[in-house]
C-alpha cells in the first residue's frame, strides 16, 4: 500500500514563530486532507488539497502531486495550534485514507 | 448542520467481551469510514460501508465488523476483546460512496479502553 512519511515527527516553537510542516507520499493519489487533531482527540479538517494551493487565515498548503509531497505553512503560530497535524491521502485505487505519523506541534507562549 | 456524531464518548470492558459503537454521518452525507487510532499513532483504516454494504476492507480481522443502516448510520462490533483494542475509534462520513474524491470529515470518536 501507499506509504505516507511526515516530517518533522516533533516541532516546539516560540509564539509568533512561522513553521513548514511537510507530507511524502509514494503514490498516486486523488486526494489528499491535512488534519489538526486537538487534546480530546477530534480531528479537524484544515484542507483538502489533492493539488494546488489553498490558504485559510494563517494556514496555507501546497501539494504537488506529480512530485509527491505536500506543505503546510503555519504563520505566526499561537498556543492554540498546539496539537498532532496529520496529512491523509487516498490512493486512486482505492477508498480508503492512509495517514502518516503526525507532526507533534508545540507552541509556546 | 450537524457533523458526525459517535456514542458513547468512553467505554470500559474486560477481555473477551464485546463491544458496539455507534456513528451518525453528517447531514446528507451517504458513505461511513471507520478507522482505530492506537495511541501515539496515525490513525488506521478499519472498513467503509456505503449503500448498506462493506465497500473495503483494511488490515484488521474478522472479530471487527460492521452495519449501515437505511439512514446511513453505522455501528462497529468488535468480538472477543483484546488488550490491544484498546484505542480511540474514528468514525468518518462523506458523500457518494468509496470511489468519489469528496472530504472525509470525523467525529470526537469513542475511547475504548480493554482491562
Known amino acids: 500500500g501507499i506509504q505516507v512519511e511526515q516530517s518533522p515527527p516533533d516541532l516546539i516553537l516560540q509564539e509568533g514563530a512561522n513553521s513548514t510542516l511537510r507530507c511524502n507520499f509514494s503514490?498516486?493519489?486523488?486526494?489528499l486532507q491535512w488534519f489538526h487533531q486537538n487534546p480530546w482527540g477530534q480531528l479537524i479538517n484544515l484542507f483538502y488539497i489533492p493539488s494546488g494551493t489553498k490558504q485559510n487565515g494563517r494556514l496555507s498548503a501546497t501539494t504537488v502531486a506529480t512530485e509527491r509531497y505536500s506543505l503546510l505553512y503555519i504563520s505566526s503560530s499561537q498556543t492554540t495550534d498546539s496539537g498532532v497535524y496529520f496529512c491523509?491521502?487516498?490512493?486512486?485505487?482505492?477508498?480508503?485514507?492512509?495517514f502518516g505519523e503526525g507532526t507533534q506541534l508545540t507552541v509556546n507562549p | 448542520d450537524a457533523g458526525v456524531t459517535q456514542s458513547p464518548t468512553h467505554l470500559i470492558k474486560t477481555r473477551g467481551q464485546q463491544v458496539t459503537l455507534r456513528c451518525s454521518p453528517k447531514s446528507g452525507h451517504d458513505t461511513v469510514s471507520w478507522y482505530q487510532q492506537a495511541l501515539g499513532q496515525g490513525p488506521q483504516f478499519i472498513f467503509q460501508y456505503y449503500e448498506e454494504e462493506e465497500r473495503q476492507r483494511g488490515n484488521f480481522p474478522d472479530r471487527f465488523s460492521g452495519h449501515q443502516f437505511p439512514n446511513y448510520s453505522s455501528e462497529l462490533n468488535v468480538n472477543a476483546l483484546l488488550l490491544g483494542d484498546s484505542a480511540l475509534y474514528l468514525c468518518a462520513s462523506s458523500l457518494g460512496g468509496g470511489w468519489s474524491y469528496n472530504e472525509q470529515f470525523f467525529g470526537p470518536g469513542t475511547r475504548l479502553t480493554v482491562l
Open positions: 503514490d498516486s493519489v486523488n486526494n
Open positions: 491523509a491521502v487516498r490512493e486512486t485505487s482505492g477508498s480508503r485514507l492512509t
